[in-house]
Structures are given as structure tokens and as C-alpha cells.
């Protein structure tokens, strides 16, 4: 089927989603409907929200969750709280401070005068036209309802809102460090995804987003000149005179000091968007019907020299993962790094080439690996955050011709070597140090994939990313989901992957042992030095220089990947678990041994290459 097509059938609701072995797969659908009035002087805005909340749960709710995640950016939030405790703060979020020869980092946030805070406040709230009791605890709404709401029904909240762009101190708010006016991120009340574990209500500290999926519909009122980019597609382009079509033309003219921009976002769980009268606005044809769009005020040199390889990364994760459902994607500078949001990313501006390269190439992956996959980034920041770099880093290489992920690995090597590495089971927002939360989730998320190919094969990982798009684009699919992929394309059982690098604080390290003459052949004895297990690749060289491709499945994986090698492959006996060494012979004669090497390639995360290779 056209995914297009499919969209807007999910969009209507006509297409059964189930998945899962026991209970059928569900989740929670919201219908936003918003018209916001920005000042753009002073950063207020007020809004009316209208949001159809359909529970597709079994179970009946007798409370609902918002997010006002602009309230994080206030003194004595729990935001504020942690940047003054973590070890590595953000340096975006503090301020250094030399006192007595030491260097000390300040949160920006414990500074901020009252007009220069982030906040959401909510002024009233219905259900189905009665008020509902509510109360705020920091980033959290919670709200007490008159009538629960049933399995397979829907609900009508009604609430108006007010709210206040913080001066930028995280990815949202006013002025952007490229002068760009708004970045308006986590700008609005949004209902909190419910799911199987029940409500999602992580307060906002830092880290990452979950959301429910629907459609947005949003109006936003501002000053004329501003130039609007976000989530969604433009409605009344002619009304206000301003046609994505039309590229650098002034706006015209319009009666009043403000124009209101209409914009339709289908099937997405989140809404963004930039302004500022200054955004120069290209657009570049992507082919079957989709646009490529770009915002951007500073560096337009390096912006107009972006969109070419834009459009082919835009290409290569539509060939690779599958196909790009919407008919649009934004690039617009604003924030304060590079962030993903619903058709749309904002990007710092960049006065480095490869830099803003890297970022994009990043933040467009993630129009795929979060955007239309919509994993829980709380829980799970590898599953997006990882499978964004590795195809970041696959799309990269097509570009710059750069070998990907050798820079992984050696940021991997360093992590562990480091006393800071943590079990990626965490919740994103508890892990003691930035660096271990971005190495573990980054990282040793895409080394998670890479580290696949060792196992079931290249070609077969690209089959399963294949896969999983197709099963749970606009859901929330969860790792097992993955690895159940994995095994349906591999026909190999896969769960003890998930469990033993991810779930356990083990590495991967194996040796080789011993290598001793028996005969007219030679014995090679490895070890399973490191706790996590995986199959085994080892190269025989002898004299001659031919390669000899011994290759040892291990047992609980109950099968063979194909020979990934030009070399003729000789496939031993499984190495069960327990087994601390394993033996086998090869018909070379021992003095005719050159060298013996385990996964020679580097494509485990082996953490010590030192014991894997024996010459005698
Ligand atoms: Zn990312």
C-alpha cells in the first residue's frame, strides 16, 4: 500500500493496529485543536485548547496528566535543582564563574528574573463543558475528572491557557543564540501518553519526551512580519500572502499589526514551531509529493549549501528504513544544538560546514526513529537516540566518504574504560552524569545494531529496520519489539542479546587462548572473557597468506548467519553459554600458522582487542 494512503487511513482511525503475543496492542489517541495569541515583545501568549481524548485502553480513567514542561524554567525547579547537582551540567544551562582559582558552573535558571522565566499556567479546564478540579506540581498537571472515562470512549477537555517563552535556556524560548526570536518547543499544555504501565507523568528535567499520537490543528496569531515555519502544514497560505511556494518573496502587506498562521499537523505527538521576520525561507522538491523546507537568518551560505545533501540523506532513509509518510519536512535554525519535533527539526545555526552536516544528517534520521517509530525516550533513549546515530552514521559515509562508526566504537572504548559507565536501563533523567546518559543511549545504542550485524548479518539488520517500520510506524514500539523483528527476518532466537548487553552492566570479551600443534593440525582454544556472549568470528591465516574463516554460532542463538566474507567459511559446532573455553581444530599444520584472530573486522564492541589475536 501507498504509505502515504496508509496514513490517512490511520489518520481516520479505519486500520486495526494489533501486535503483541497475548494482549492485543492499543494506545491512547488526542485531537488538538489550539488558537494562540503570541506577544512578541514581551513573550506572553495566551491560548484556547480544545482536545478530543480518545481512550483506547481497557481500563476506565478517573484522571488525566498534562505536561508544562515551560515551568522547568524557573528557580527551584526540579531542572534547576539537578544542573546544580549533576557533575557535567549542560554548558548551554550554567554559567562558568571563576571563585578562589576554581571554576565554578552556575544554572542559568536559578538566575532568571520573573519576565525572563518559562511558564504554562492553565486558567480554567472542562470536561465535556463541566470544571474539573486540578492542581499543578511542578512540570505536572494533574486533573481530578467528573466523569471517568470508559474503555472506547471519547472525551471533550476544554481549557485556556496562558504562558511565557523563557529567555533560551534548553532547546526552547526566546532568542535563540542565532538571534531567531521563537523557538517554541514544549510550548503548549500536552496530555501525557497513557499506556500498559499506566501514566506516563516524568517530571521535566532535562531529558527526553513521549507523546500521544493525533492531529493537530493549530492556529497562531502574531505580529505580521514574523515568518512561521513548524509542525504541520500551512492552511490559508493565501489569506495571509505568504505561500511556501514563494520563496524569498516579502510578505505583503496586511490590514492590523498581526496575521494569524493556520496550520494542520495528521497523526504526529508533538507540535513545534519557529518564528522570526527575518527567516529567509528555500524549499527543495523531494519527490512523490514531499517538500523539503529551510528557515534560517544566519549562515545562509552554508544553509543554501546544506539542502543538496539534505535531500540526498532525505532519499537514503526513505530507501533505507521506508518511506517518509508526511508531505513535508522543515529545517529551521532555531534552538540551541539540533533538536527532532514532528515534520520539522530546529537547528542551531552553525558556522561549521561539517558540523551543521553532522547535526542535520542526525535530526532528519530522527524524523524516522522517534517521529514516525515513537519510542518512549524516557525509558528508552537508546532505541532512538542510537538507531538515529547509526543510520546518521551510515548516511554520513554515503556523503563525506568518512568510515562509519569507527568514532563510536572509540567513544564506546573510552566510556568503558572510564568509572562512569551505567546500566542503560535507567530512566533517561537518572543517570549520574550527562556523559554516561549520551554514551549509553547515543553510543552503545548504535554499537547495539552495529554489533547485530555480527550476529544475523549486514543485510539482515537493514531487513529488519525494514521490518519494524512496517509494524510500528505511529506506535510506540519497545526494544523487544526490535529483537522480535529481528528474529522473524533471521529466523534466530535474539531475546538474550536485548538482556545481556543492555539490560546487565556486562561487556563483550573474548580471547584466544591457546593455539598448540596436533598433528598435522592445529588446536585453537578461546575464552569467553567478558560476560556478554555472541557468536564467533575467528580468522586463520597461514603462511601462504590465505585466509581461513572459522566460524563458531553460539548456541542459544539456534542458527547460522550467512557467510559475510570472501573467504570460505567453515562453520563449527555451537558454544553453549556455560562453557568458559572452547576448542576446535583446523587442518593447517602448526608451523604453517601466520596469525589467529577473533572478529577481525572490529565489529563487536570486544573491549580488549588485545587478548583476541595470537601470532606464534
Ligand atoms: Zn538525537
Not at 519557529?274 to 524549499?283: E, G
Not at 539488520?461 to 525494514?466: A, D, F, S
Amino acid at each position: 500500500m501507498n504509505y502515504r494512503h496508509m496514513l490517512s487511513l490511520v489518520a481516520l482511525g479505519t486500520i486495526g493496529t494489533l501486535q503483541g503475543q497475548n494482549a492485543p496492542y492499543w494506545q491512547q489517541k488526542v485531537d488538538y485543536k489550539m488558537e494562540v495569541n503570541m506577544d512578541v515583545k514581551n513573550y506572553q501568549y495566551t491560548g484556547k485548547q480544545e482536545l478530543t481524548y480518545t481512550n483506547n485502553a481497557p481500563d476506565t480513567l478517573k484522571v488525566v496528566f498534562y505536561h508544562l514542561f515551560l515551568n522547568a524554567f524557573q528557580p527551584g525547579s526540579e531542572m534547576d535543582i539537578r544542573l546544580q547537582n549533576i557533575l557535567d551540567p549542560d554548558s548551554r544551562m550554567v554559567t562558568k564563574k571563576e571563585v578562589d582559582g576554581k571554576t565554578i558552573k552556575e544554572s542559568r535558571i536559578a538566575s532568571l528574573k520573573p519576565e525572563e522565566i518559562g511558564y504554562l499556567k492553565v486558567n480554567n479546564l472542562t470536561q465535556d463543558g463541566t470544571p474539573v478540579k486540578y492542581h499543578t506540581e511542578g512540570t505536572i498537571l494533574k486533573v481530578e475528572l467528573n466523569k471517568p472515562i470508559a474503555p472506547h470512549s471519547s472525551t471533550v477537555f476544554r481549557m485556556d491557557f496562558a504562558g511565557q517563552a523563557p529567555v533560551m535556556i534548553r532547546r526552547t524560548g526566546r532568542n535563540s543564540p542565532d538571534g531567531v526570536a521563537l523557538s517554541m518547543s514544549q510550548w503548549y499544555p500536552k496530555l501525557a501518553e497513557y499506556d500498559y504501565r499506566g501514566w506516563n507523568t516524568s517530571e521535566y528535567i532535562g531529558r527526553e519526551f513521549y507523546g500521544v499520537w493525533g492531529n493537530f490543528d493549530v492556529k497562531i496569531t502574531l505580529d505580521k512580519d514574523y515568518i512561521v515555519g513548524g509542525s504541520g502544514y500551512l492552511q490559508n497560505k493565501n489569506e495571509i500572502g505568504f505561500g511556501y511556494e514563494d520563496t524569498g518573496v516579502k510578505v505583503p502587506k496586511v490590514k492590523g499589526n498581526t496575521r494569524t498562521w493556520h496550520f494542520y499537523a495528521p497523526m504526529v505527538h508533538d507540535f513545534t514551531w519557529a518564528a522570526d521576520p527575518q527567516f529567509i525561507h528555500d524549499k527543495l522538491d523531494a519527490g512523490d509529493g514531499v517538500t523539503l523546507h529551510f528557515l534560517y537568518k544566519k549562515y545562509p551560505e552554508i544553509w543554501k549549501r546544506i539542502q543538496g545533501d539534505m535531500l540526498k540523506t532525505f532519499e537514503f532513509y526513505n530507501q533505507f528504513v521506508g518511506p517518509y509518510p508526511w508531505q513535508q519536512y522543515s529545517f529551521i535554525q532555531g534552538g540551541d544544538g539540533g533538536m527532532e519535533y514532528a515534520m520539522c527539526t530546529l537547528i542551531k545555526g552553525e558556522d561549521d560546514y561539517r558540523s551543521l552536516l553532522g547535526t542535520a544528517i542526525h535530526e532528519l534520521g530522527h524524523a524516522w526513529f522517534q517521529h514516525i517509530l515513537a519510542s518512549d525516550e524516557t525509558l528508552y533513549p537508546w532505541l532512538d537516540e542510537g538507531f538515529t546515530t547509526y543510520i546518521q552514521d551510515l548516511a554520513t559515509s554515503r556523503i563525506t566518504g568518512e568510515a562509519p562508526f569507527v568514532s563510536l566504537y572509540r567513544s564506546y572504548d573510552r566510556y568503558v574504560k572510564s568509572k562512569y559507565e551505567e546500566t542503560p536501563t535507567h530512566h533517561s533523567d537518572r543517570f549520574n552524569t550527562n556523559y554516561a546518559y549520551s554514551t549509553s543511549a547515543y553510543v552503545k545504542g548504535s554499537l547495539f545494531l552495529r554489533q547485530l550485524e555480527y550476529i544475523i548479518g549486514e543485510k539482515q539488520v537493514e531487513k529488519t529496520l525494514q521490518l519494524y517500520f512496517k509494524k510500528f510506524a505511529f506506535k510506540h514500539p519497545q526494544p523487544h519489539d526490535l529483537i522480535r523483528c529481528a528474529e522473524e527476518v533471521s529466523g534466530m532466537q535474539l531475546g538474550w542479546y536485548l538482556n545481556e548487553f543492555m539490560q546487565t552492566p556486562d561487556h563483550v570479551d573474548y580471547a584466544v587462548d591457546k593455539v598448540e600443534g596436533k598433528g598435522a593440525q592445529t588446536q585453537i582454544t578461546l575464552r569467553r572473557v567478558g560476560r556478554v556472549p555472541l557468536p564467533v568470528d575467528v580468522f586463520v591465516v597461514d603462511k601462504s597468506g590465505k585466509t581461513h574463516y572459522c566460524y563458531i554460532p553460539l548456541r542459544m542463538q539456534f542458527g547460522q548467519k550467512a557467510n559475510p566474507y570472501s573467504y570460505e567459511r567453515q562453520v563449527f559446532p555451537d558454544w553453549g553459554w556455560a562453557y568458559p573455553t572452547y576448542s576446535f581444530e583446523v587442518a593447517i599444520p602448526f608451523e604453517n600458522i601466520q596469525k589467529v584472530i577473533i572478529d577481525p573486522y572490529h565489529i563487536s564492541t570486544d573491549i580488549d582487542r588485545s587478548n583476541d589475536t595470537f601470532q606464534p
